[in-house]
Nanobody
Framework: QVQLQESGPGLVKPSQTLSLTCTVS??????????WSWIRQPPGKGLEWMGA???????YYSPSLKSRTSISRDTSKNQFTLQLSSVTPEDTAVYCC??????????????WGQGTQVTVTS
């Protein structure tokens, strides 16, 4: 059973870079045809897919966030990381890492982290 756990700061100041790490256990992030995504849910809004990193290391980003988003991985630690630059209070959300055989719909994700609240405030 694959388990995911997010880690990172819960508070980020405006204009800074938000950085979160997802640690995967019970499975490898290099498993063929598996994709690892970051999604978020701002207060009072729906889920938003941000981007994904594939088993091959290829990355895919939401067009609306592509200029500010970077997803990378550390295969030795079985982790993948989200970096979101130039954050504003509108980036306040619960951030969640997920895994699945595709993206970007919630139905594509078979494994979910518990999510972590990130608040952008000065």
């Amino acid at each position: 059973q694959v388990q995911l756990q997010e880690s990172g700061p819960g508070l980020v100041k405006p204009s800074q870079t938000l950085s979160l790490t997802c640690t995967v256990s019970g499975g490898s992030i290099t498993t063929n045809y598996y994709y690892w995504s970051w999604i978020r849910q701002p207060p009072g809004k729906g889920l938003e897919w941000m981007g994904a990193i594939a088993y091959s290391g290829s990355t895919y980003y939401s067009p609306s966030l592509k200029s500010r988003t970077s997803i990378s991985r550390d295969t030795s630690k079985n982790q993948f990381t989200l970096q979101l630059s130039s954050v504003t209070p509108e980036d306040t959300a619960v951030y969640c890492c997920v895994g699945g055989i595709s993206w970007p719909l919630p139905a594509d994700f078979g494994s979910w982290g518990q999510g972590t609240q990130v608040t952008v405030t000065s």
